[in-house]
T-cell receptor, first 113, second 115 residues
């Protein structure tokens, strides 16, 4: 089955700096890659996703890049703000068939004011 | 759209008791998923439904776990003879569509503590 690895497990940045979180996946059939933000005591909230037919997607301060050849994808947050502090999860899923999302182990991002 | 709703949000139970969680997906979402999440880990897939059909179950879903979605709307997850290792947050999610790759929306989760 699919295996998703995520790094780093913790990340501390100063407010205004950029943050980058990286994930690798094992199943070459995966073609859908969402990123979720989870705040303490809450469920994961989708912040951005990318499908394999594009290499990059941007939404305001958040961007995701995908390298299908290398089987890795990354989340980039620019101009970080204290409210960006949370745990971020990457995930992967095949675009066909019945399989659901496989998640990485998460990155705890702390933005220091 | 009211989002994915889960009840109860918190449950404390004694070892050996049965517990049931309910999930109401986003209206008209035909796919419904159950995940389990322990502290410091990502959500782990348990099972999912397309309408009322349970199409896939993870190895994590032991014989003590059963999930239903009788009318293709809400779903229940029952854990029988709970064990301390069952303590976790149980997440429900839903999506619209017949193929994977459509956005999956999560509820706020149901915390289970087995004492």
């Amino acid at each position: 089955g699919e295996n998703v690895e995520q790094h780093p497990s913790t990340l501390s940045v100063q407010e205004g700096d950029s943050a980058v979180i990286k994930c690798t996946y094992s199943d070459s059939a995966s073609n859908y890659f969402p990123w979720y933000k989870q705040e303490l005591g809450k469920g994961p909230q989708l912040i951005i996703d990318i499908r394999s037919n594009v290499g990059e997607k941007k939404d305001q301060r958040i961007a995701v890049t995908l390298n299908k050849t290398a089987k890795h994808f990354s989340l980039h947050i620019t101009e970080t703000q204290p409210e960006d502090s949370a745990v971020y999860f990457c995930a992967a899923s095949p675009g066909t068939g019945r399989r659901a999302l496989t998640f990485g182990s998460g990155t705890r991002l702390q933005v220091q004011p | 759209d009211t989002g994915v709703s889960q009840n109860p949000r918190h449950k404390i139970t004694k070892r050996g008791q049965n517990v049931t969680f309910r999930c109401d997906p986003i209206s008209e979402h035909n796919r419904l998923y159950w995940y389990r999440q322990t502290l410091g880990q990502g959500p782990e897939f348990l099972t999912y439904f397309q309408n009322e059909a349970q199409l896939e179950k993870s190895r994590l879903l032991s014989d003590r776990f059963s999930a239903e979605r009788p009318k293709g709307s809400f779903s229940t997850l029952e854990i029988q003879r709970t064990e301390q290792g069952d303590s976790a947050m149980y997440l429900c999610a839903s999506s619209l569509g017949l193929i994977s790759g459509n956005t999956i929306y999560f509820g706020e989760g149901s915390w289970l503590t087995v004492v």
